[in-house]
T-cell receptor, first 117, second 112 residues
Framework: DGGITQSPKYLFRKEGQNVTLSCEQNLNHDAMYWYRQDPGQGLRLIYYSQIVNDFQKGDIAEGYSVSREKKESFPLTVTSAQKNPTAFYLC????????????????FGDGTRLSIL | SQQGEEDPQALSIQEGENATMNCSYKTSINNLQWYRQNSGRGLVHLILIRSNEREKHSGRLRVTLDTSKKSSSLLITASRAADTASYFCATRRQGGSEKLVFGKGTKLTVNP
């Protein structure tokens, strides 16, 4: 079955530690996205990528980093510079909106819940 | 920045009743999308309506779009307990179409 897999489901971060959240898709989508969701809030865009080896900052990129070395994978690193990392992190993918995919939906994984120890 | 704003923030109804949720936005759009999120899960796409469309149906879902008022509504008819979830609207702006901008959502509770 095609879909998006996020791992782990739960993650705990110690003070001063970097942690990496995994996101893999087998939908053959060019575009991938990372969102942060706080309790009772909507989704805020952290980073997005429309093609391998290229990515752009979203609205709240400070304290986060990403890479896009393969089409299928878009890992997110929450660095020690992110002082309030506790949140639910969602990865999504879609056809590239800039190349004919503007009226295509995004497909989401089931999220990673990150907490501070 | 958040563009879509859903109203109400929370809605509680009885099974069998209809549920209506509204979304307002601020800029010109290519399309507006509605998503559903069950507790602790990812979002699931429900329906997309383009800026030149006024109404769209999918099963028990009906979405309307009024671009002059910059607003949309999602109607769920004959609701079921399984419809309990949060519902989000998301807009794809004209000229900034790489990104979707999500609202804060409406939390719907359907009581059996």
């Amino acid at each position: 079955d095609g879909g998006i897999t996020q791992s782990p489901k739960y993650l705990f971060r110690k003070e001063g530690q970097n942690v990496t959240l995994s996101c893999e898709q087998n939908l053959n989508h060019d575009a991938m996205y990372w969102y942060r969701q706080d309790p009772g809030q909507g989704l805020r865009l952290i980073y997005y990528s429309q093609i391998v080896n290229d990515f752009q900052k979203g609205d709240i990129a400070e304290g986060y980093s990403v890479s896009r070395e393969k089409k299928e994978s878009f890992p997110l690193t929450v660095t020690s510079a992110q002082k309030n990392p506790t949140a639910f992190y969602l990865c999504a993918s879609s056809a590239d909106p800039s190349r004919g995919g503007v009226n295509q939906p995004q497909h989401f994984g089931d999220g990673t819940r990150l907490s501070i120890l | 920045s958040q563009q879509g704003e859903e109203d109400p923030q929370a809605l509680s109804i009885q099974e069998g009743e209809n549920a209506t949720m509204n979304c307002s936005y601020k800029t010109s759009i290519n399309n507006l999308q509605w998503y559903r999120q069950n507790s602790g899960r990812g979002l699931v796409h429900l329906i997309l309506i383009r800026s030149n469309e006024r109404e769209k149906h999918s099963g028990r879902l009906r979405v309307t779009l009024d671009t002059s008022k910059k607003s949309s509504s999602l109607l769920i008819t004959a609701s079921r307990a399984a419809d309990t979830a949060s519902y989000f609207c998301a807009t794809r702006r004209q000229g900034g179409s790489e990104k979707l901008v999500f609202g804060k959502g409406t939390k719907l509770t359907v009581n059996p």
